[in-house]
T-cell receptor, first 112, second 112 residues
Framework: DAKTTQPTSMDCAEGRAANLPCNHS???????VYWYRQIHSQGPQYIIH???NNETNEMASLIITEDRKSSTLILPHATLRDTAVYYC?????????????FGQGTELSVKP | DGGITQSPKYLFRKEGQNVTLSCEQN?????MYWYRQDPGQGLRLIYY???????QKGDIAEGYSVSREKKESFPLTVTSAQKNPTAFYLC???????????FGSGTRLTVV
C-alpha cells in the first residue's frame, strides 16, 4: 500500500495562501491522491482528489508533480475556519471502491 | 438531503457490555466503512463492506463485529473482547467511483 508523509504541523496567516505538502513516492499508476480535513471532534470532510493533472474546486487546488511522487494542497485565502487536521491519502485498490488509509495528517493553524 | 447518520452522538457503557453503534446512509452508496480515532491520532480502519452481506476486516478488527444486511445500514458492535473500546468512532460510505468518502459525524464511546 502506498504511504504518505506529511509535516506534523504548519501555521498560516489569515488571508494568505496555505500550501500543504505531501510525499507519496511509492504511489502506483492507478492510485489517486485524496485530501480530507477534520475539524476537531467532527467527521472528516472531502476536499479534492486527483490522478495526474492539477485540480481546482471551490475549496482548494491540488498540484501533483509530473512524477506523481508528491503533491501540494493549496488553500488560496486561508480563514480561521480552515484550522483543522489535513490528511493526504492515496486510495488503495485504484478507483474501484478502494479503502482509504489515513496517516497522522498535518495540523494547520490559521492565525489572525 | 442525502447523508450519513450515526447515532447516538455520545454513548456510555459499563466495562464488559457489548454495545452497537448505528450507521445509516441514504446516498445509495455501495461501500461502507468503520474507523476508530483515538485522541491526537489519525483514523484506523476497523471493518469495511463493499456489498450487502459481505464485509472485510480492516487493520484493527479484533473485538469488533459488523453486519451488512441492507445497503443502507452498517452497524458496528463493540464486544467485551475489545481491550480498550473508549474512542471516537466514524462511519463512512462511498460509491464505486473516484468520488470521495462521505463521513458521519461520529459516535464518542466511553466505557467506564
Amino acid at each position: 500500500d502506498a504511504k504518505t508523509t506529511q509535516p506534523t504541523s504548519m501555521d498560516c496567516a489569515e488571508g494568505r495562501a496555505a500550501n500543504l505538502p505531501c510525499n507519496h513516492s511509492t504511489i502506483s499508476g492507478n492510485e489517486y491522491v485524496y485530501w480530507y480535513r477534520q475539524i476537531h471532534s467532527q467527521g472528516p470532510q472531502y476536499i479534492i482528489h486527483g490522478l495526474k493533472n492539477n485540480e481546482t474546486n471551490e475549496m482548494a487546488s491540488l498540484i501533483i508533480t509530473e512524477d506523481r511522487k508528491s503533491s501540494t494542497l493549496i488553500l488560496p485565502h486561508a480563514t480561521l475556519r480552515d484550522t483543522a487536521v489535513y490528511y493526504c491519502i492515496v486510495r488503495v485498490g485504484g478507483n474501484q471502491g478502494g479503502k482509504l488509509i489515513f496517516g497522522q495528517g498535518t495540523e494547520l493553524s490559521v492565525k489572525p | 438531503d442525502g447523508g450519513i447518520t450515526q447515532s447516538p452522538k455520545y454513548l456510555f457503557r459499563k466495562e464488559g457490555q457489548n454495545v452497537t453503534l448505528s450507521c445509516e446512509q441514504n446516498l445509495n452508496h455501495d461501500a461502507m466503512y468503520w474507523y476508530r480515532q483515538d485522541p491526537g491520532q489519525g483514523l484506523r480502519l476497523i471493518y469495511y463492506s463493499q456489498i450487502v452481506n459481505d464485509f472485510q476486516k480492516g487493520d484493527i478488527a479484533e473485538g469488533y463485529s459488523v453486519s451488512r444486511e441492507k445497503k443502507e445500514s452498517f452497524p458496528l458492535t463493540v464486544t467485551s473482547a475489545q481491550k480498550n473500546p473508549t474512542a471516537f468512532y466514524l462511519c463512512a460510505s462511498s460509491s464505486f467511483s473516484n468520488d470521495g468518502y462521505t463521513f458521519g459525524s461520529g459516535t464518542r464511546l466511553t466505557v467506564v
